[in-house]
């Protein structure tokens, strides 16, 4: 039996990729610790505040892999405290937001108990260029960004 997708149109070329980035997002953590907030800060600029109370700077991670910002935090818990009552558990996390292509993380910065990470998406540059039909036999020519690239007809060996 075939999986159905909701790429598996004829008219949707070279967009697979897209369903392995929502396959990656539907396998997120559904977990709501720690609580976090995306803002648009600009036009091309978005911030990601996550409420990390309790973690140091050396307690947190930040990284990029594969157009997926991961922020991991883990507290060491101290051994030579003794608790009376612990209502406040040393609890580690691991975060996964999946970036568009081209996002980049600027900084992030710890203040107040909140990890604050900016992210900047670039200009998208738009591309066009117009393909000259030939007529059969004849070696194509592609102009391409001002160039000319000529093409010469494949011809069979005998």
Known sequence: M????LFNSPLLL????FERVLDRVSKASTDGY???NVEQTGANSL???LAVAGFSKDELSVSVEDDELAIAGKQVDDADRVYIHRGIAAR???????LAQGIEV???ALDNGLLHIDLVRPEIEVRSRTIEIQG???GAEVED????ISVAPHRKRT
Do not use: C, K, N
């Not at 075939?2 to 997708?5: A, D, I, N």
């Not at 070279?14 to 990729?17: A, E, S």
């Open 2 to 5: 075939s999986r159905l997708t």
């Open 145 to 148: 960004g001002g160039q000319e």
């Open 136 to 138: 059969s036999g004849a």
């Open 47 to 49: 911030r990601i505040t």
């Open 14 to 17: 070279g967009f697979d990729h």
């Open 34 to 36: 720690p609580p976090y």
């Open 92 to 98: 580690q996390f691991q975060r996964r937001f999946v």
């Open 106 to 108: 600027q900084v992030a």
